[in-house]
């Protein structure tokens, strides 16, 4: 691009695995994306610090002269991450990555190594991951023009948060993104040292579980790989996780009454044997309801949190918050 759609946003996705990174413009276009292991091998460096090594090589080469999209103007930053996010946007956990410094005084830094003076100028907002995601499915996706929806994220893993009249609610704390921490009732199988919802049906819980009932260490992806092969201990695993989370989707609905439930992250997305009863026991549980709500699929797939950050970064220029 070489007009003035070139001023886009940049939106960082950051998960428990991997981390998205790419230009946005301001119609909800990603014009160039990259990705890498969120995970830093360097011990001696956090998992933001490497963020911002990263961010930095990735500005140099879009903002130089060589990049197919000519000049870019990069007009705010805006950032998920998977902790919790106070309405300051200042992190106030690190269960999931490593932290020395705010993120968003690492960006800052980073913008004033690659843009100079003209960094002060753009702003850098930080949200929590699921709450970037829910409002990527908002303005672009699968809750576009609802009243009200729940928005979960299953992939490494599990959160949800919940969208009301074109908002997300963020809770006094900016906590209100928990389904993690949900009690979870064993089903066919123990709970192997699952103490809450995550453990017990998220990427990194299945591998973590499997591992312990098995003795073999593999990836969900591996286990669903063999899951689909065809009846046994690996599909019964899965469909036991699907069923688990869909009891607590169930009294999501009970409690909150949304319009509509959509399913992100990777694992959320992706089709297969836990999907498949995560499926049948929603619907079975909603039977007894007259207009109960869907369980849809994000419309954006991996690239929800990607919009909403990059929306997140938007609306600061827009209203100059």
């Given at each position: ?37 969120t ?8 998992d ?6 990263q ?28 902790e919790?996010v ?7 956990a690190?269960?999931?990555i ?21 960094a ?11 709450r970037?995601g829910a409002?990527?499915?908002m303005?672009?996706g ?11 994220s ?12 074109g908002?997300i609610?963020?809770g006094?704390?900016?906590?209100a ?25 998220s990427g ?27 009846p ?7 469909s ?23 399913l992100g ?32 699929r ?7 949190g ?8 938007w ?7």
């Amino acid at each position: 691009m070489h007009t003035d759609a070139s001023r886009a946003v940049l939106g960082i996705d950051v998960g428990g695995t991997k981390t998205l990174v790419g230009l946005v413009d301001s119609h909800g276009k990603v014009l160039v994306q990259e990705q890498w292991p969120t995970r830093n091998t360097a011990r001696a460096v956090s998992d933001v610090e490497h963020l911002g090594t990263q961010v930095e090589r990735f500005l140099r080469g879009v903002c130089s002269g060589h990049s197919p999209l000519g000049p870019v103007s990069i007009a705010a930053v805006g950032a998920g991450f998977p902790e919790y996010v106070d309405a300051r946007g200042r992190l106030t956990a690190s269960e999931v990555i490593s932290w020395r410094q705010q993120p968003s005084r690492v960006l800052e830094e980073v913008l004033q190594r690659v843009l100079g003076d003209s960094a002060g100028s753009v702003p850098v907002l930080v949200e929590s991951d699921v709450r970037a995601g829910a409002v990527g499915e908002m303005l672009f996706g699968a809750a576009r023009d609802l009243s009200s929806f729940v928005y979960v994220s299953l992939g490494t893993g599990l959160s949800s948060t919940i969208g009301s009249e074109g908002r997300i609610l963020t809770g006094y704390r900016g906590e209100a993104i928990a389904l993690g921490e949900w009690p979870v009732s064993p089903g066919e199988f123990e709970l192997l040292g699952a103490h809450n919802l995550e453990q017990y049906v998220s990427g990194a819980g299945l591998s973590r579980r499997f591992a312990l009932l098995t003795g073999e260490h593999l990836i969900t992806r591996e286990i669903a790989s063999r899951a689909a092969a065809g009846p046994g201990m690996e599909r019964d695993f899965l469909s036991d996780a699907g069923r688990a989370l869909a009891g607590a989707l169930d009294s999501i609905v009970s409690f909150i009454d949304p319009e509509r439930i959509v399913l992100g992250g990777g694992l959320g997305t992706a089709p297969g044997v836990l999907a498949d009863a995560l499926d049948a026991e929603f619907m079975r549980l909603m039977t007894r309801r007259p207009g109960s709500p869907a369980l849809v699929r994000a419309h954006n797939g991996s690239l929800s949190g990607l919009l909403g950050a990059a929306a997140t970064g938007w609306r600061a220029v827009t209203f100059n918050v």
